[in-house]
């Protein structure tokens, strides 16, 4: 088993200024590929540019990409996020769809650095009461009871419908003012 992630910091969940709640706003801000023109370990960089750039960019209109060929170097990609983080990530002999895959996959994210998660759910407003779950409100004979029961097997909501209820009411009114008579 391995130790990492005594490494990692720990937090909480959260999303950057509660993005999702209104409209949804990509934390991409730009993307910086870099590669060299002549060497063999950029030809996936190179190729994702020639094939699948120019689609990456009009699906992702609030992402600036920029290009940027260096001499004899090794490709990496630079992503850069609205809350400032910069991710950095060698491209170094990967293909075209490995290229595809880690830009989406940079796209997706909120830039927040990876943490270990203390628990799975947060709250700004915690409450003694626990968290809600679908038998929270249910009766407790249900908890001792033997199926199939009697009175638990039978569907609920067997009493009139809304449509019925409202045509009692109008009658009871009816009968209750005699001079509201219906217009004929």
Known sequence: ???THLFLPSGFIRTPLQNGLGRYIPQLQRITLKF???HGGS???RDFIESDLMEFAKTNPGTVVYLKPR???SPCMVA???NGERDYMSCHEFSRDEV????SYM?????IPVMRFRKYQHTDYPTIQGVWNPFTHQAPEINVAEFPHDVLSKPAGQGPTATEQLIE???KTQIEDPTNKPQQ
């Open 36 to 38: 060299c023109k002549n």
């Open 169 to 171: 009411i109008f009658k």
């Open 1 to 3: 088993m391995s130790n």
């Open 43 to 45: 030809r996936g960089v």
């Open 80 to 82: 850069e996020y609205l």
């Open 71 to 73: 001499r004899h170097r």
């Open 107 to 111: 796209c997706t994210r909120s830039g």
């Open 100 to 103: 595809h895959k880690w830009l």
